[in-house]
């Protein structure tokens, strides 16, 4: 596991309507982009829908390092299908998985925009390091690492904005238990940073145009 | 070898051979988490140096039962026991090494870069040296006749060629059985022949007995030893394939159609009165016991006798 | 190793469209409406409450209709390993600081960790919540037919996100399936066994890669055959859902007013009643 | 009908009967982006009322062709025109409604929720209302003999009904063509019969002209009223079945291999010198040669006159 996602409980119903709000003008955002793209677009809804199916199905494959491990994969949708269709593919997931138990139903907007920070960045460093870094593994694995390291920024400022309800300490002590989650969490991160350099440096290998590398 | 009807109140299989038995199959059932059956009550046997196949329609249990010689599946009922080991006592690790499997979808079982690196799979998990991994993988690829695609991507291969990447998978680590689910489906008949010849190559130069899941029993009266009816998750008849492929009863019961060459001679035979006794199987005895015996067609009915 | 590498404790999408299209208890006759209002009222509840009494009340509620409507349990059970692991990571942590009687302390170098009742009432709380919301999306998901369900993401979503949505979860089964057979395939040439992360890394990484390339080209040929049918866009999924029945309306109007009364008290009664 | 063969020099390709003409791709090349030739200088038509069978081993361009014929892809040298409008001019929308393209793999062209909705989809881009649209999938589901699948999940049909349901899919669009690629590849003898009666029934019930593409020569010959024989991406020769599948020089550039029954009569007539002349390509032509013409095998020889 390489994620944590907020389950229902955790939040109170103001924080839940706020986050969900923030998350469906993202969508939004998004959804306007691609239709002003035009309707006939229809290759890229396939695309996207693809690229949904393969992460979730991925997701529930138990990878035997350490243990046991599942990729989050949210990078690599980033970098595989961009930050537009990207974010539609975050929706459809956190409902499929609310839908799961991974994540409560009320959390889905403030997972959608832990998500959609670490598709964005990890996005933005793959495609910004292509002048200095020619490795694909590289780039990957740190586009992968800053999206992972950006969602968990993400998150905890979520958490100490909205606050757990039930829990009564001072922000600076819920801060200091948030740190120690942050450092967990980013032990997997490297894990998971040097799995999607490996899956992306294959699909360089076997399907270079499928990484978007030869267009502007 | 006469045809055995398996009597399905019968709870034990009879053996065949157990000295040249290979795989033993007992009275095996599998039930998928979803409460669909597999397999039910299934009783097979491989023997030593013999190709069987399995036939039936498409979803008929031939698949399941190909995963459960090799430790994929285990029966959650009933026992199978391979060279001697019993794989419901919980003895099915290395398996892998002593039966291989090729699955339908060549292409959802190559999954190294290259196709040298997918061969040398199999080796190296058997423990060997790289080099050693290296030369065994060659090897494999010469004797499926693909010593040329070593260094290219799977992805960018044919269907006939990946194929064959993926027999030389097995190949190279030297199985005492292969089975394939369905090995000629999809590809044209020039491929399909050399899978065909390759098949009858694993039993004559290596040794390996081999186990095909096909409805092509065109394929199967050419290279099978023995055939065995699959429907609804059992062997429910089996014999050698001129017993079997000429009961015509049999065959639709299993929901099949009888090969070409039989329907011919049935044909022939029911049109023109020729002996019934006579079984052809391979074109080749088709055609000569055609020569040998002159149908009686009105024209001549004259000249006999 | 585990004997598939397809996780037993994450949900199988397969099971549970297999499960809601062989049910045919009262609960899959309902409206997939009502559950879905329903659902929507549970989770405003336990957002709104922490009154253990009651969240316990609706829990046992949920599971004594799973049970009823003849679900697998212990599969259900098996799921619920990764919420429980969700909410004890962030509230397992934030539980040890929080003020009440102490009940454990664990001297940690300068520090002293400290177990107090509170804590342990706010970790029990949380996961109850967790576990309800759980359950009920399970119990709506089982019992709900795929034809019901889908023909709700069309009407519900706007597009092109419905497009998405539907063609995900068709493809969905199929991507599982690829996944599996090159699990198979790996495991059936003795791969699984860990010698080195190296080798493990790039094997997995093999895969998923190959995972992905594969959903591309399906994409692309999926693409194509529904060109080949005009497509514009709209794809649609045409079920008629059944609407609520008078029970259904009654479960509504009676969860509704559970939520007002929360709403109505929580600013009077400061931290759940 | 005479086996025409393609002449590479030639710049155009003389035309059937323009008067019956649906479909003509006139000299048609297609470059894939990655350099790779899918088509080269394919000539090709189709006429109203036919059935006609590409066949050519994998790779060939088949497919490429079929995707050509609505208008998938366009071809970057040549022209294809379709019921007269040219593609290349630029006309190639709504090319769908007239050309229904049935792809091989059958589960990724069932992509909606259920079998119903599937084959409404064609007819709801059709701008029919949902009422009409809904009739028109039952009454073609109906057709194809799957009305009970109606409600069901595509992902719980077997391969067979998913074929009927994708021809079912298109069929409610009530196109003049259907072009189908490779259709009973993958099924079991029983489904892959339903599927050739439904192919036929096709052209005589429905008046539509179908395309396959298939390396399955037995199932050509026995349906299809003509046979184009691709390689590298051209029909380099045509004819009646009769006359291309005796053609064993042709079959073998083709990378093929004859059909079961050419092959049995071919060499029953070698070896037991039957009359060259006659062709069978069924097999109730060939039993009937077969009683006809008895062998000169030794022991019949001293009844012969």
């Known amino acids: 596991m390489a994620h944590i996602h907020l389950e229902d409980g955790a939040f109170s119903l103001t924080w839940v309507l706020v986050w969900w709000l923030l998350a469906l003008v993202c969508i939004g955002i998004a959804l306007w982009i691609l239709r002003s793209k035009g309707r006939k677009d229809t290759g890229r809804i396939t695309l996207a829908a693809f690229v949904t199916a393969a992460a979730f199905a991925l997701f529930q494959v138990n990878i035997p390092l350490f243990g046991g491990v599942h990729l989050n994969l949210t990078p690599l949708v980033g970098i595989l299908a961009g930050p537009v269709l990207g974010s539609l593919v975050v929706l459809v997931i956190n409902i499929l998985s609310a839908a799961i138990g991974h994540g409560g139903w009320g959390l889905v907007g403030a997972n959608v925009l832990v998500n959609l920070a670490e598709v964005l960045v990890a996005f933005a460093v793959f495609r910004g390091s292509r002048t200095f870094l020619p490795d694909l593994f590289s780039r990957a694995g740190i586009a992968t690492f800053a999206g992972l390291f950006t969602g968990n920024l993400i998150m905890i400022g979520i958490i100490l904005v909205s606050g757990v309800q039930g829990v009564t300490q001072s922000p600076e002590q819920v801060l200091a238990g948030l740190s120690l989650i942050v450092a967990v969490n980013m032990g997997v991160a490297v894990i998971e940073a040097l799995l999607s350099g490996l899956i992306v440096r294959y699909i360089g290998n076997v399907r270079p145009d499928l990484l978007g590398e030869q267009k502007g | ?305 | 190793m585990s004997p598939s590498m397809i996780s037993e404790h994450i949900p199988d999408l397969d099971l549970i469209t297999s499960c809601a299209e062989r049910q045919d208890s009262v609960f899959s006759r309902a409206s997939p409406w009502t559950k879905l209002i329903l659902l929507i009222l549970v989770v405003l509840v336990i957002t709104l409450t922490a009154n253990l009494l009651v969240l316990s009340a609706i829990y046992i509620g949920i599971l004594v209709s799973c049970f009823a409507a003849g679900l697998p349990m212990r599969k259900i059970i098996a799921w619920y390993a990764m919420p429980v692991i969700f909410v004890l990571s962030l509230v397992g942590i934030l539980a040890w600081t929080e003020p009440g009687i102490a009940l454990i302390s664990i001297p940690l170098g300068g520090f002293v960790l400290t177990l107090t009742d509170q804590g342990v009432l706010l970790v029990v709380t949380l996961l109850l919540k967790a576990l309800i919301s759980v359950t009920f999306s399970l119990f709506f998901l089982m019992t709900t037919k795929y034809a019901h369900f889908s023909a709700m993401v069309s009407r519900i979503f706007p597009s092109p996100l419905d497009q998405v949505f539907l063609l995900a979860y068709r493809f969905l089964f199929l991507t599982l399936a690829m996944a599996a057979s090159l699990l198979k395939a790996v495991r059936s040439r003795g791969g699984g066994l860990i010698r080195s992360i190296r080798v493990q890394g790039r094997l997995f990484a093999g895969i998923f890669g190959l995972v992905f390339i594969r959903s591309f080209e399906r994409a692309e040929r999926v693409e194509k055959a529904m060109a080949a049918r005009g497509y514009n866009g709209s794809l649609s999924a045409h079920t008629k859902i059944p609407a609520p029945g008078i029970a259904g309306y009654f479960l509504i109007c009676a969860g509704c007013s559970a939520v007002l009364l929360l709403l109505w008290i929580s600013p009077h009664a400061a931290g759940g009643w």
């Not at chain 2, 055995?4 to 109140?9: A, I, L, Q, T, V």
């Not at chain 2, 892998?96 to 079982?109: A, D, L, M, N, T």
């Not at chain 2, 040298?116 to 006749?145: H, I, K, Q, T």
């Open chain 2, 1 to 305: 070898m006469t045809i055995m009807r398996h009597d399905p109140d019968h709870l034990h299989c009879e053996h065949g051979d157990p000295s040249r038995e290979l795989i033993h199959v007992d009275c095996a059932s599998h039930t998928y988490p979803d409460g669909s059956v597999g397999i039910h009550e299934m009783c097979f046997h491989v023997l030593q140096d013999e190709i069987v196949a399995l036939c039936g329609p498409n979803g008929s249990g031939k698949s399941t039962l190909i995963e459960h010689l090799n430790g994929l599946l285990l029966p959650t009922q009933g026992d199978i026991v391979i060279n001697g080991r019993s794989v419901t006592r919980g003895e099915r690790e290395g398996l892998w090494k002593e039966v291989g499997v090729i699955f339908q979808r060549s292409e959802e079982q190559l999954f190294a870069p290259t196709v040298l690196d997918d061969v040398m799979f199999g080796p190296l998990n058997l423990g060997m040296a790289p080099d050693d991994a290296r030369a065994a993988a060659l090897e494999a690829l010469e004797a499926v006749g693909a010593a040329g695609l070593a260094g290219k991507l799977p992805n960018y291969l044919s269907g006939g060629q990946k194929r064959l990447v993926s027999i030389a998978g097995i190949l190279a680590m030297k199985p005492r059985i292969i089975a394939m689910d369905e090995p000629t489906s999809d590809l044209d008949p020039v491929h399909s022949a050399r899978i065909e010849s390759l098949i009858a190559d694993l039993k004559t130069r290596y040794g390996i007995s081999v186990v095909i899941a096909t409805h092509d029993l065109e394929l199967a009266a050419r290279i099978a030893d023995r055939i065995c009816l699959v429907k609804d998750g059992a062997v429910f008849a089996e014999g050698s394939p001129r017993e079997v492929f000429y009961d015509s009863a049999l065959i639709g019961e299993a929901g099949l159609k009888q090969p070409d060459t039989v329907m011919t001679w049935l044909e022939y035979c029911r049109s023109h009165g020729g002996p019934r006794e006579e079984r052809p199987v391979t074109r080749a005895e088709l055609v000569q016991l055609l020569g040998a015996h002159p149908g009686r067609e009105p024209e001549q009915k004259d000249r006999e006798p």
